[in-house]
């Protein structure tokens, strides 16, 4: 079955940065289009990033400049690389199947101090 797990998450200061990788299994991963979304505590789960099965990818306005997406389809992987990194970036992060059903990860906790 379709599976997609988080990792990379973890405690940094503000200006730092992070990876995070999404790694996907169970289904031909490049062929789909995949996302990150982000969660934090008393929000709705906002999109953070997209890319596509052929590369292009779209960012939110608040991590334009400041986050990479990116994706290994030797690895069946995704990425998130994250710098300048900001306390209002402090959520779960979940990376997305895009398609016609969705499939989400479990999520990783990022949290920036200041």
């Known amino acids: 079955q379709v599976q997609l797990v988080e990792s990379g998450g973890g405690l940094v200061q503000a200006g730092g940065s992070l990876r995070l990788s999404c790694t996907a299994s169970?289904?031909?991963?490049?062929?789909?289009?995949m996302a990150w979304y982000r969660q934090a505590p008393g929000k709705q789960r906002e999109l953070v990033a997209s890319?596509?099965?052929?590369?292009?990818?779209n960012y939110s306005d608040s991590v334009k400049g400041r986050f990479t997406i990116s994706r290994d389809n030797a690895k069946n992987t995704m990425y998130l690389q994250m710098n300048s990194l900001k306390v209002e970036d402090t959520s779960v992060y979940y990376c997305?199947?895009?398609?016609?059903?969705?499939?989400w990860g479990q999520g990783t906790q990022v949290t920036v101090s200041s």
């Open positions: 997305k199947r895009l398609g016609p059903n969705d499939y």
């Open positions: 169970g289904y031909i991963f490049s062929i789909f289009a």
């Open positions: 890319i596509t099965s052929g590369g292009v990818t």
